[in-house]
């Protein structure tokens, strides 16, 4: 009966119910289960078969080209699209029910950086999905905003407009914002691109210590060069799986030229080094 009382409110408004669905017993953070898709007016499948499964711990990396399905994945996993066929679940129930513990950072050109509102204002709407819409932060709320601005090194820029800071301060915001969510599964859409080293570094350090505590992580990453150093596991999509394991396994010369269509010169390995 709560879970259907639950499932109501959720309905009534998605975002910000006080649902918690336990895990279920042996069950991954994600899998996907045979999942295709294809955007309306397309002819081709955007995915197609689509298997994976990934468990609490793990720091996964999504490898592909332009164009491959990796940020279609993300969004189905979010119910953002729905699946021509096949499903996802998240700790063992649907993934439309478990919204609450699943985190996104979206592409940095997906967002709109000229919204008037501060660096806190953004890491606050974090802890929405625990309040609820209308709901003042309580003092809990406060003190996780302000440990996941400290994790990220921005406390001194909080009251800073977002439209005011440089790329990789603007990545450091959208981390710390997922910080204070506190999810148990984090979808990272190329939280790589266009930021300064000292800030990858960081994002991987941060990355490193969540999953030491058991949260799930799936990054979406071009950079070969970081897979063997920062990930558990490399999963290497173009519209279907081509590999998946762990990255020296998978990182090879054929894995290259299948998902991105060229191959390296045979003496070049720059992910061995």
């Known amino acids: 009966m709560s879970e259907v009382r639950c499932e109501s409110r959720r309905r009534a408004l998605a975002y910000g119910g006080r ?10 953070a994600l899998e996907v289960k045979g999942v295709s898709h294809r955007y309306p007016a397309m002819q081709d499948d955007a995915l197609s078969a689509v298997n994976l499964k990934i468990h609490p711990g793990e720091r996964v990396a999504l490898v592909g080209p332009n164009g ?18 096949g499903s996802v679940s998240v700790f063992g129930h649907s993934a439309s029910r478990c919204l609450h513990r699943v985190a996104v950072v979206p592409q940095r050109s ?35 905003v302000d440990a996941a601005l400290e994790a990220m090194e921005i ?3 909080a009251e800073r407009q977002v439209g005011e800071l440089s790329g990789g301060q603007q990545q450091r915001v959208m981390l710390a914002r997922t910080l204070a969510h506190d999810a148990d599964l984090m979808l990272l859409d190329e939280p790589l691109n266009h930021v300064d080293i000292s800030t990858q570094e960081l994002i991987f350090h941060t990355l490193e210590r969540l999953t030491a505590q058991g949260k799930a992580v799936m990054v979406s990453t071009h950079d070969l060069g970081v897979l063997t150093v920062h990930f558990s596991r490399a999963l290497f999509l173009d519209k279907r799986i081509i590999a998946d394991g762990p990255p020296r396994e998978v990182l090879t010369p054929e894995t290259i030229a299948e998902a991105y269509g060229f191959e390296f ?5 720059p992910w061995t080094s």
């Open 155 to 157: 406390q001194d820029l």
């Open 110 to 144: 997906s967002i709109d950086w000229h919204f008037p509102v501060t660096v806190r204002q953004v890491v606050t709407m974090g802890r929405y999905v625990h309040l609820g819409w209308f709901r003042r932060p309580k003092a809990e709320d406060k003190e996780a």
């Open 68 to 85: 491959a399905g990796k940020s279609t994945l993300i969004r189905l996993i979010l119910g953002m699209e729905t699946p021509l066929a």
């Open 265 to 269: 010169h045979k003496d070049y390995a």
């Open 19 to 28: 649902c918690h669905l336990a895990s279920l017993a042996g069950e991954p």
